[in-house]
Protein backbone atom coordinates (compact mmCIF):
# COMPACT_ATOMS: atom_id res chain seq x y z
CA UNK A 1 0.00 0.00 0.00
CA UNK A 2 2.86 2.16 0.92
CA UNK A 3 4.54 1.84 -2.47
CA UNK A 4 1.47 2.51 -4.15
CA UNK A 5 1.15 5.77 -2.29
CA UNK A 6 4.66 6.98 -3.36
CA UNK A 7 4.11 5.94 -6.77
CA UNK A 8 1.15 8.69 -6.70
CA UNK A 9 2.85 10.92 -4.62
CA UNK A 10 5.92 10.79 -7.50
CA UNK A 11 3.20 10.81 -10.42
CA UNK A 12 1.92 14.23 -8.96
CA UNK A 13 5.12 15.82 -8.76
CA UNK A 14 6.31 15.04 -12.29
CA UNK A 15 2.97 16.07 -13.50
CA UNK A 16 2.97 20.05 -11.83
CA UNK A 17 6.65 20.22 -12.72
CA UNK A 18 5.79 19.59 -16.38
CA UNK A 19 2.46 21.20 -16.76
CA UNK A 20 4.03 24.42 -18.92
CA UNK A 21 4.90 22.01 -21.68
CA UNK A 22 7.88 24.37 -21.97
CA UNK A 23 11.37 24.46 -20.65
CA UNK A 24 13.51 27.60 -21.04
CA UNK A 25 16.54 27.51 -22.50
CA UNK A 26 19.76 29.71 -23.84
CA UNK A 27 21.84 30.05 -26.80
CA UNK A 28 25.10 32.28 -27.03
CA UNK A 29 26.30 33.88 -29.55
CA UNK A 30 29.78 35.26 -29.39
CA UNK A 31 31.20 36.45 -25.73
CA UNK A 32 33.68 33.64 -24.09
CA UNK A 33 32.66 31.42 -27.59
CA UNK A 34 33.63 33.44 -30.21
CA UNK A 35 31.68 33.44 -33.33
CA UNK A 36 32.01 30.50 -35.44
CA UNK A 37 28.56 30.67 -36.26
CA UNK A 38 27.72 33.42 -38.46
CA UNK A 39 26.23 32.16 -41.91
CA UNK A 40 26.56 35.60 -43.50
CA UNK A 41 29.04 38.82 -42.78
CA UNK A 42 28.15 41.80 -44.89
CA UNK A 43 30.14 44.49 -44.31
CA UNK A 44 31.38 43.84 -40.54
CA UNK A 45 34.30 42.12 -39.45
CA UNK A 46 35.38 40.36 -36.10
CA UNK A 47 37.43 43.10 -33.81
CA UNK A 48 37.71 44.11 -30.66
CA UNK A 49 34.63 43.98 -27.96
CA UNK A 50 33.73 44.61 -24.12
CA UNK A 51 35.35 42.33 -21.23
CA UNK A 52 38.20 41.00 -23.91
CA UNK A 53 35.79 39.50 -26.08
CA UNK A 54 35.68 39.23 -30.06
CA UNK A 55 33.11 41.39 -31.38
CA UNK A 56 30.94 42.14 -34.26
CA UNK A 57 32.13 45.64 -35.94
CA UNK A 58 31.87 48.01 -39.10
CA UNK A 59 34.68 47.28 -41.71
CA UNK A 60 36.40 50.22 -42.28
CA UNK A 61 35.63 51.37 -45.42
CA UNK A 62 39.23 50.10 -47.28
CA UNK A 63 39.68 51.22 -50.99
CA UNK A 64 39.13 48.33 -53.58
CA UNK A 65 41.01 47.66 -56.82
CA UNK A 66 39.32 49.14 -60.03
CA UNK A 67 40.21 48.97 -63.97
CA UNK A 68 40.59 52.57 -62.65
CA UNK A 69 43.62 51.72 -60.23
CA UNK A 70 46.93 52.80 -60.90
CA UNK A 71 48.09 51.90 -57.62
CA UNK A 72 46.86 50.37 -54.11
CA UNK A 73 48.96 49.76 -51.28
CA UNK A 74 46.61 48.67 -48.27
CA UNK A 75 50.08 46.94 -46.31
CA UNK A 76 47.19 44.02 -45.14
CA UNK A 77 49.54 40.96 -46.79
CA UNK A 78 52.85 39.72 -45.03
CA UNK A 79 54.70 41.77 -47.75
CA UNK A 80 53.87 44.79 -48.46
CA UNK A 81 52.78 45.13 -52.79
CA UNK A 82 50.91 47.08 -55.01
CA UNK A 83 47.15 45.20 -55.10
CA UNK A 84 46.92 46.75 -58.58
CA UNK A 85 49.87 44.75 -59.86
CA UNK A 86 51.29 47.60 -61.96
CA UNK A 87 53.79 48.54 -59.60
CA UNK A 88 56.86 46.57 -58.13
CA UNK A 89 58.67 47.44 -55.55
CA UNK A 90 62.37 48.57 -55.55
CA UNK A 91 62.87 49.13 -51.83
CA UNK A 92 60.95 48.97 -48.91
CA UNK A 93 61.65 50.25 -45.00
CA UNK A 94 57.90 50.17 -44.16
CA UNK A 95 56.52 47.34 -41.38
CA UNK A 96 52.98 46.42 -41.19
CA UNK A 97 51.63 47.99 -37.51
CA UNK A 98 48.02 46.86 -35.91
CA UNK A 99 47.41 50.37 -35.36
CA UNK A 100 45.78 50.57 -39.08
CA UNK A 101 42.61 52.96 -39.66
CA UNK A 102 41.61 51.25 -43.06
CA UNK A 103 41.62 47.16 -42.47
CA UNK A 104 44.05 45.45 -39.97
CA UNK A 105 46.89 46.62 -41.13
CA UNK A 106 48.53 50.10 -41.30
CA UNK A 107 51.98 50.97 -42.93
CA UNK A 108 54.56 51.50 -40.08
CA UNK A 109 57.51 54.04 -41.10
CA UNK A 110 60.40 55.14 -38.68
CA UNK A 111 61.90 57.77 -40.13
CA UNK A 112 64.45 56.05 -41.96
CA UNK A 113 63.36 55.27 -45.29
CA UNK A 114 60.20 54.31 -46.88
CA UNK A 115 59.33 52.64 -49.93
CA UNK A 116 60.08 52.81 -53.79
CA UNK A 117 57.98 51.66 -56.29
CA UNK A 118 58.69 51.19 -60.47
CA UNK A 119 55.29 51.43 -62.62
CA UNK A 120 55.08 49.38 -65.93
CA UNK A 121 54.33 51.27 -68.86
CA UNK A 122 50.24 51.16 -67.95
CA UNK A 123 50.72 53.59 -65.09
CA UNK A 124 50.78 57.59 -64.71
CA UNK A 125 54.44 57.29 -63.41
CA UNK A 126 56.06 54.07 -64.92
CA UNK A 127 55.01 55.76 -69.09
CA UNK A 128 55.31 59.15 -70.97
CA UNK A 129 52.66 61.10 -71.92
CA UNK A 130 49.48 63.05 -71.49
CA UNK A 131 47.71 61.79 -67.85
CA UNK A 132 44.31 62.90 -67.92
CA UNK A 133 42.21 63.56 -64.69
CA UNK A 134 44.17 61.49 -61.75
CA UNK A 135 43.32 60.95 -57.65
CA UNK A 136 46.42 60.32 -55.26
CA UNK A 137 44.98 59.74 -51.77
CA UNK A 138 45.82 58.24 -48.67
CA UNK A 139 45.57 57.59 -45.15
CA UNK A 140 48.16 59.61 -42.06
CA UNK A 141 48.82 59.83 -38.98
CA UNK A 142 52.35 61.67 -38.57
CA UNK A 143 54.27 61.39 -34.94
CA UNK A 144 55.63 64.70 -35.05
CA UNK A 145 55.17 66.64 -38.94
CA UNK A 146 58.15 68.09 -38.53
CA UNK A 147 59.23 70.50 -41.06
CA UNK A 148 60.63 69.11 -43.84
CA UNK A 149 59.01 65.46 -43.66
CA UNK A 150 58.23 63.81 -47.19
CA UNK A 151 55.00 62.01 -47.81
CA UNK A 152 55.46 61.58 -51.91
CA UNK A 153 57.82 62.05 -54.11
CA UNK A 154 58.58 62.25 -57.80
CA UNK A 155 61.43 63.24 -59.49
CA UNK A 156 62.11 63.41 -64.02
CA UNK A 157 62.22 65.38 -66.51
CA UNK A 158 60.66 65.70 -70.09
CA UNK A 159 62.14 67.80 -73.06
CA UNK A 160 60.25 70.90 -74.31
CA UNK A 161 61.94 72.39 -78.07
CA UNK A 162 64.75 70.98 -77.48
CA UNK A 163 65.53 72.02 -73.92
CA UNK A 164 65.21 69.83 -70.74
CA UNK A 165 62.98 70.48 -67.97
CA UNK A 166 63.21 69.15 -64.39
CA UNK A 167 59.72 67.76 -63.22
CA UNK A 168 58.63 67.04 -59.79
CA UNK A 169 55.33 65.91 -57.67
CA UNK A 170 55.86 66.00 -53.82
CA UNK A 171 53.63 66.23 -50.45
CA UNK A 172 55.45 67.71 -47.50
CA UNK A 173 55.20 69.35 -44.05
CA UNK A 174 56.00 72.78 -43.80
CA UNK A 175 55.04 74.22 -40.44
CA UNK A 176 52.55 71.65 -39.46
CA UNK A 177 50.72 72.20 -43.07
CA UNK A 178 51.14 69.59 -45.70
CA UNK A 179 52.52 71.42 -49.18
CA UNK A 180 51.54 70.01 -52.28
CA UNK A 181 54.38 71.23 -55.20
CA UNK A 182 54.27 70.08 -58.81
CA UNK A 183 57.03 71.63 -60.99
CA UNK A 184 56.87 71.53 -65.00
CA UNK A 185 53.87 69.16 -64.72
CA UNK A 186 51.39 70.94 -66.40
CA UNK A 187 51.99 71.27 -70.28
CA UNK A 188 52.86 75.10 -70.84
CA UNK A 189 52.41 76.83 -68.07
CA UNK A 190 55.42 78.64 -66.82
CA UNK A 191 53.99 80.97 -63.81
CA UNK A 192 56.40 80.86 -61.03
CA UNK A 193 58.92 78.97 -62.77
CA UNK A 194 56.80 76.36 -63.78
CA UNK A 195 55.69 75.46 -60.27
CA UNK A 196 52.02 75.33 -58.40
CA UNK A 197 52.02 74.62 -54.72
CA UNK A 198 48.56 74.01 -52.65
CA UNK A 199 48.91 73.97 -48.76
CA UNK A 200 46.71 72.40 -46.43
CA UNK A 201 44.60 75.34 -44.77
CA UNK A 202 44.19 72.53 -41.11
CA UNK A 203 46.65 72.20 -39.25
CA UNK A 204 48.15 68.54 -38.79
CA UNK A 205 47.71 67.16 -35.86
CA UNK A 206 50.71 64.49 -34.43
CA UNK A 207 48.84 60.95 -33.57
CA UNK A 208 45.64 61.58 -35.43
CA UNK A 209 44.48 59.81 -38.81
CA UNK A 210 43.57 62.25 -41.86
CA UNK A 211 42.40 61.66 -45.12
CA UNK A 212 44.30 63.19 -47.68
CA UNK A 213 43.46 63.93 -51.18
CA UNK A 214 44.38 65.72 -53.99
CA UNK A 215 42.78 65.39 -57.55
CA UNK A 216 43.19 67.02 -61.39
CA UNK A 217 40.05 67.40 -63.65
CA UNK A 218 40.85 67.45 -67.04
CA UNK A 219 37.62 68.67 -67.88
CA UNK A 220 38.19 71.72 -66.35
CA UNK A 221 41.74 72.10 -65.31
CA UNK A 222 40.81 72.17 -61.31
CA UNK A 223 43.35 71.12 -59.15
CA UNK A 224 42.17 70.57 -55.77
CA UNK A 225 43.58 69.45 -52.26
CA UNK A 226 40.96 68.18 -49.47
CA UNK A 227 41.54 66.84 -46.05
CA UNK A 228 38.79 64.35 -44.46
CA UNK A 229 36.74 65.38 -47.69
CA UNK A 230 36.88 69.26 -46.61
CA UNK A 231 38.58 71.63 -49.36
CA UNK A 232 41.37 72.84 -48.12
CA UNK A 233 43.22 74.36 -51.68
CA UNK A 234 42.15 75.10 -54.94
CA UNK A 235 43.67 76.30 -58.23
CA UNK A 236 42.57 75.83 -61.89
CA UNK A 237 45.52 75.42 -64.07
CA UNK A 238 44.01 77.41 -66.69
CA UNK A 239 45.50 80.48 -68.91
CA UNK A 240 42.81 83.08 -67.20
CA UNK A 241 43.09 81.27 -63.85
CA UNK A 242 39.41 80.79 -63.77
CA UNK A 243 37.28 76.58 -64.59
CA UNK A 244 35.42 79.13 -67.91
CA UNK A 245 37.01 81.31 -70.41
CA UNK A 246 40.83 79.74 -70.26
CA UNK A 247 42.19 77.15 -72.02
CA UNK A 248 43.72 73.74 -69.40
CA UNK A 249 47.26 73.58 -69.05
CA UNK A 250 47.29 69.66 -69.46
CA UNK A 251 49.53 67.24 -66.91
CA UNK A 252 52.09 65.80 -68.88
CA UNK A 253 55.10 63.04 -68.06
CA UNK A 254 58.28 63.16 -69.78
CA UNK A 255 60.82 60.48 -68.72
CA UNK A 256 59.17 57.53 -66.65
CA UNK A 257 60.60 57.55 -62.91
CA UNK A 258 60.10 55.56 -59.78
CA UNK A 259 58.27 56.94 -56.76
CA UNK A 260 58.65 57.30 -53.65
CA UNK A 261 56.37 57.19 -50.65
CA UNK A 262 57.24 58.37 -47.09
CA UNK A 263 60.83 58.55 -47.53
CA UNK A 264 61.54 61.64 -44.90
CA UNK A 265 58.90 60.32 -42.95
CA UNK A 266 58.19 59.12 -39.02
CA UNK A 267 54.02 57.80 -38.76
CA UNK A 268 51.68 55.53 -39.61
CA UNK A 269 49.95 55.41 -43.37
CA UNK A 270 47.39 53.32 -44.75
CA UNK A 271 45.53 52.27 -47.78
CA UNK A 272 47.63 54.32 -50.34
CA UNK A 273 45.93 55.07 -53.78
CA UNK A 274 46.27 56.44 -56.96
CA UNK A 275 43.68 56.57 -59.55
CA UNK A 276 43.04 57.63 -63.01
CA UNK A 277 39.17 58.21 -63.18
CA UNK A 278 36.94 60.92 -65.03
CA UNK A 279 36.08 63.93 -62.58
CA UNK A 280 32.31 62.19 -61.31
CA UNK A 281 34.37 59.20 -60.22
CA UNK A 282 36.90 61.23 -58.53
CA UNK A 283 34.04 63.25 -56.77
CA UNK A 284 32.72 59.98 -55.27
CA UNK A 285 36.52 59.53 -53.85
CA UNK A 286 37.35 63.04 -52.47
CA UNK A 287 35.31 62.47 -49.28
CA UNK A 288 36.60 59.11 -47.47
CA UNK A 289 34.68 57.98 -44.38
CA UNK A 290 36.10 55.32 -41.85
CA UNK A 291 33.28 53.01 -42.17
CA UNK A 292 30.40 53.31 -45.23
CA UNK A 293 27.46 55.33 -44.38
CA UNK A 294 25.18 52.64 -44.88
CA UNK A 295 26.40 50.15 -42.13
CA UNK A 296 26.82 46.15 -42.50
CA UNK A 297 24.71 43.43 -41.62
CA UNK A 298 25.34 39.58 -39.69
CA UNK A 299 23.21 37.23 -39.83
CA UNK A 300 23.69 33.54 -37.81
CA UNK A 301 23.36 30.22 -38.66
CA UNK A 302 19.91 28.65 -38.59
CA UNK A 303 19.13 27.13 -35.37
CA UNK A 304 17.74 23.99 -35.06
CA UNK A 305 15.43 23.33 -31.91
CA UNK A 306 12.16 21.20 -32.05
CA UNK A 307 9.03 22.36 -33.07
CA UNK A 308 6.66 24.19 -31.23
CA UNK A 309 9.78 26.24 -29.90
CA UNK A 310 9.48 29.96 -29.41
CA UNK A 311 11.82 32.91 -28.88
CA UNK A 312 11.21 34.93 -25.73
CA UNK A 313 13.84 37.31 -26.01
CA UNK A 314 17.16 38.64 -27.14
CA UNK A 315 19.42 40.53 -24.31
CA UNK A 316 23.06 41.80 -26.39
CA UNK A 317 25.91 43.12 -25.27
CA UNK A 318 26.30 46.28 -27.72
CA UNK A 319 27.99 49.12 -27.62
CA UNK A 320 26.82 51.82 -29.37
CA UNK A 321 28.82 55.28 -29.35
CA UNK A 322 26.53 58.95 -30.10
CA UNK A 323 24.93 58.58 -33.11
CA UNK A 324 25.45 54.37 -34.00
CA UNK A 325 22.84 52.40 -33.53
CA UNK A 326 22.57 48.62 -33.38
CA UNK A 327 19.06 47.01 -34.95
CA UNK A 328 17.85 43.50 -34.30
CA UNK A 329 15.44 40.88 -36.00
CA UNK A 330 14.65 37.17 -35.87
CA UNK A 331 12.94 35.05 -38.56
CA UNK A 332 11.70 31.08 -37.89
CA UNK A 333 9.97 28.52 -40.06
CA UNK A 334 10.02 25.05 -40.23
CA UNK A 335 12.13 23.88 -43.11
CA UNK A 336 15.20 25.79 -43.31
CA UNK A 337 16.37 24.52 -46.92
CA UNK A 338 13.73 26.49 -48.69
CA UNK A 339 14.61 29.37 -47.20
CA UNK A 340 15.74 33.20 -49.05
CA UNK A 341 17.15 36.05 -47.59
CA UNK A 342 13.82 37.27 -47.36
CA UNK A 343 11.68 34.79 -46.70
CA UNK A 344 10.98 33.67 -44.32
CA UNK A 345 10.17 37.91 -43.14
CA UNK A 346 13.01 39.27 -41.06
CA UNK A 347 10.88 40.72 -37.64
CA UNK A 348 12.58 43.72 -36.16
CA UNK A 349 13.02 43.10 -32.48
CA UNK A 350 14.02 45.20 -29.05
CA UNK A 351 16.97 44.18 -27.66
CA UNK A 352 16.15 42.98 -23.66
CA UNK A 353 12.32 43.53 -24.63
CA UNK A 354 9.90 40.17 -24.77
CA UNK A 355 9.08 38.53 -28.22
CA UNK A 356 5.98 37.44 -29.08
CA UNK A 357 4.37 34.91 -31.64
CA UNK A 358 7.49 33.45 -33.38
CA UNK A 359 7.93 30.26 -33.36
CA UNK A 360 9.04 27.09 -35.12
CA UNK A 361 11.53 24.21 -35.65
CA UNK A 362 14.43 26.35 -37.01
CA UNK A 363 15.49 30.04 -35.82
CA UNK A 364 18.03 32.63 -37.17
CA UNK A 365 18.70 36.19 -35.75
CA UNK A 366 20.15 39.03 -37.68
CA UNK A 367 21.60 42.29 -36.83
CA UNK A 368 22.28 45.65 -38.81
CA UNK A 369 25.32 47.95 -37.24
CA UNK A 370 25.21 51.80 -38.50
CA UNK A 371 27.62 54.18 -37.86
CA UNK A 372 27.46 58.20 -37.28
CA UNK A 373 26.49 60.41 -39.46
CA UNK A 374 30.35 60.97 -40.23
CA UNK A 375 31.27 57.66 -40.52
CA UNK A 376 33.76 57.91 -38.28
CA UNK A 377 32.56 55.65 -35.55
CA UNK A 378 31.57 51.76 -35.03
CA UNK A 379 29.23 50.33 -32.66
CA UNK A 380 29.86 46.37 -31.38
CA UNK A 381 28.49 43.46 -31.00
CA UNK A 382 30.08 41.23 -28.23
CA UNK A 383 27.66 38.81 -27.16
CA UNK A 384 23.99 38.00 -28.49
CA UNK A 385 22.21 35.55 -25.56
CA UNK A 386 19.13 34.01 -27.14
CA UNK A 387 16.07 33.01 -24.97
CA UNK A 388 13.51 30.28 -25.71
CA UNK A 389 11.31 27.94 -24.55
CA UNK A 390 11.24 24.49 -25.73
CA UNK A 391 9.11 21.36 -25.28
CA UNK A 392 10.41 18.93 -23.07
CA UNK A 393 11.01 15.14 -23.52
CA UNK A 394 7.95 13.73 -22.84
CA UNK A 395 7.99 11.01 -19.42
CA UNK A 396 8.16 7.60 -19.89
CA UNK A 397 5.59 5.12 -18.75
CA UNK A 398 6.48 3.76 -15.26
CA UNK A 399 6.12 0.63 -16.01
CA UNK A 400 6.26 -2.07 -18.79
CA UNK A 401 4.88 -5.72 -18.66
CA UNK A 402 5.34 -8.50 -21.37
CA UNK A 403 3.33 -11.30 -21.76
CA UNK A 404 5.04 -14.51 -23.89
CA UNK A 405 2.15 -16.21 -26.67
CA UNK A 406 2.83 -18.29 -29.41
CA UNK A 407 5.15 -15.97 -31.97
CA UNK A 408 3.88 -13.33 -30.43
CA UNK A 409 4.43 -10.64 -27.33
CA UNK A 410 1.93 -8.63 -25.76
CA UNK A 411 3.17 -5.62 -23.91
CA UNK A 412 0.97 -3.63 -21.42
CA UNK A 413 1.86 0.12 -19.61
CA UNK A 414 0.14 2.81 -17.81
CA UNK A 415 -0.41 6.05 -19.57
CA UNK A 416 2.25 8.57 -18.59
CA UNK A 417 1.00 11.25 -16.40
CA UNK A 418 2.80 14.05 -18.76
CA UNK A 419 -0.04 15.37 -20.47
CA UNK A 420 2.19 16.46 -23.27
CA UNK A 421 2.33 12.94 -24.36
CA UNK A 422 0.67 12.03 -27.74
CA UNK A 423 2.05 8.63 -28.11
CA UNK A 424 4.38 5.64 -27.71
CA UNK A 425 7.19 4.06 -29.56
CA UNK A 426 7.52 0.39 -29.05
CA UNK A 427 11.96 -0.90 -29.44
CA UNK A 428 12.59 -4.78 -29.34
CA UNK A 429 15.59 -6.55 -30.53
CA UNK A 430 16.94 -9.76 -29.28
CA UNK A 431 20.04 -8.33 -27.02
CA UNK A 432 19.62 -6.54 -23.92
CA UNK A 433 19.93 -2.56 -24.44
CA UNK A 434 19.91 -3.57 -28.33
CA UNK A 435 16.57 -2.66 -30.17
CA UNK A 436 17.38 -3.43 -33.37
CA UNK A 437 14.61 -6.12 -34.57
CA UNK A 438 13.49 -6.05 -37.73
CA UNK A 439 11.24 -9.44 -37.94
CA UNK A 440 7.74 -8.66 -36.36
CA UNK A 441 4.96 -7.97 -38.80
CA UNK A 442 4.31 -4.71 -37.22
CA UNK A 443 7.35 -3.40 -38.65
CA UNK A 444 11.14 -2.21 -37.26
CA UNK A 445 11.76 -1.43 -34.19
CA UNK A 446 10.73 1.23 -32.89
CA UNK A 447 7.42 0.67 -33.76
CA UNK A 448 4.90 3.46 -33.32
CA UNK A 449 1.55 2.42 -31.86
CA UNK A 450 -0.17 5.72 -31.32
CA UNK A 451 -1.48 7.20 -28.07
CA UNK A 452 -2.81 3.48 -26.41
CA UNK A 453 -1.35 1.33 -23.60
CA UNK A 454 -0.82 -1.90 -25.02
CA UNK A 455 0.80 -3.38 -28.42
CA UNK A 456 1.28 -6.83 -29.66
CA UNK A 457 4.30 -7.59 -31.42
CA UNK A 458 3.82 -10.45 -33.71
CA UNK A 459 6.00 -12.30 -36.10
CA UNK A 460 8.50 -13.49 -32.97
CA UNK A 461 10.08 -16.84 -33.28
CA UNK A 462 9.07 -19.23 -30.88
CA UNK A 463 11.64 -20.38 -28.49
CA UNK A 464 13.99 -16.67 -28.72
CA UNK A 465 14.13 -13.74 -25.70
CA UNK A 466 13.34 -10.40 -26.56
CA UNK A 467 13.83 -7.53 -24.76
CA UNK A 468 11.53 -4.46 -25.34
CA UNK A 469 11.13 -0.89 -23.50
CA UNK A 470 8.53 2.05 -24.47
CA UNK A 471 9.18 5.48 -25.12
CA UNK A 472 6.90 8.66 -25.41
CA UNK A 473 6.58 11.06 -27.82
CA UNK A 474 5.25 14.78 -27.56
CA UNK A 475 1.71 15.59 -29.16
CA UNK A 476 3.57 18.53 -30.58
CA UNK A 477 5.89 16.54 -33.03
CA UNK A 478 6.49 12.65 -32.59
CA UNK A 479 10.03 13.63 -33.10
CA UNK A 480 10.19 14.68 -29.19
CA UNK A 481 10.87 11.32 -28.09
CA UNK A 482 12.07 10.86 -24.19
CA UNK A 483 13.75 8.50 -22.24
CA UNK A 484 12.93 4.59 -22.34
CA UNK A 485 10.83 3.01 -19.92
CA UNK A 486 12.59 0.16 -17.77
CA UNK A 487 13.07 -2.98 -20.11
CA UNK A 488 11.41 -6.39 -19.68
CA UNK A 489 11.94 -9.10 -21.60
CA UNK A 490 10.03 -12.31 -22.96
CA UNK A 491 10.72 -15.80 -24.57
CA UNK A 492 7.55 -16.51 -27.20
CA UNK A 493 7.05 -20.39 -27.13
CA UNK A 494 3.68 -22.77 -28.91
CA UNK A 495 2.08 -24.05 -26.60
CA UNK A 496 1.43 -20.76 -24.97
CA UNK A 497 -2.08 -18.74 -25.83
Known sequence: ?????????????????NMSYAEEKVKVFGGKNGWP???????????????????????TNSRPVDKDTDLLLNFEGKEIHDLAGKYTVSSNKITASDNSCMGKKAGLVRGNGGITLKGNRSTIFGSSGAVGSFLIEFWLRPSIAENGEIVFSWRSSRTVANYPLYQMI????????????FTNVFNGYTENNGEIKLSSYTTIIPDVWMHHSISFDQNTGLLEYRINGQLEA???ITTNGHEKGGSIYEPQIGVPADIDICSHYTGLVDDFRIQRNSQSEIAENLRHDNYKTEGGRFVTEPILLSYGSRLKKIDAIVKTPSQTDVEFYVRSGDNYFNWTDDSPEWIP????????DVKG????????LYPDGNGAKTPSVTEVKLTYTEIPSPIAPFYLNASAQDGEV???????????????YVFYGERPGEYLGRTAVEGTSPINVGNVTSATISGLKNG?????????YSKYDDKIMGELSKEVFARPLKNRK
Open 234 to 236: LEF
Open 349 to 356: VKNHQEIK
Open 170 to 181: SASFSGNHLEWA
Open 464 to 472: KVYYFAVAS
Open 410 to 424: VLTWPYSVDESVGGY
Open 361 to 368: LYFQVAAD
Open 37 to 59: HLEKMDGVVIGKGQYGYDAVVLA
Open 1 to 17: MLKKVNVVIIAVILLVL
